[in-house]
C-alpha cells in the first residue's frame, strides 16, 4: 500500500504548467496507444474444417442427417 506521502497527488502535477503539460501528453499518448489497437491478422486466412465435438471431420451426409433429426 502506497502511504500518502510517498504518492504524487494530481495537485502536485498542475503546479507547474510544464508538468501539467508533460502529464496531458502522456494521457493523450496512453489513449491513442489504446485507441490504436487492433487485433492481428492471422496467418492463415483458409477456413477449418469442419469437426464434430470429438473431433471427427464432418462431411455433408452428417449435416443431411442432421438436418432431417431437427425437421
Do not use: C
Not at 5 to 14: P, Q
Not at 19 to 47: I, K, R, S
Amino acid at each position: 500500500m502506497v502511504r500518502q506521502g510517498e504518492a504524487m497527488r494530481i495537485t502536485r502535477v498542475f503546479r507547474s504548467r510544464w508538468n501539467a503539460l508533460v502529464w496531458a501528453g502522456g494521457v493523450l499518448w496512453f489513449a491513442y496507444d489504446v485507441a490504436n489497437a487492433q487485433p492481428q491478422q492471422p496467418a492463415n486466412t483458409e477456413a477449418a474444417a469442419a469437426t464434430d465435438a470429438a473431433g471427427s471431420s464432418v462431411d455433408n451426409a452428417d449435416l443431411s442427417v442432421l438436418a432431417n433429426a431437427m425437421r
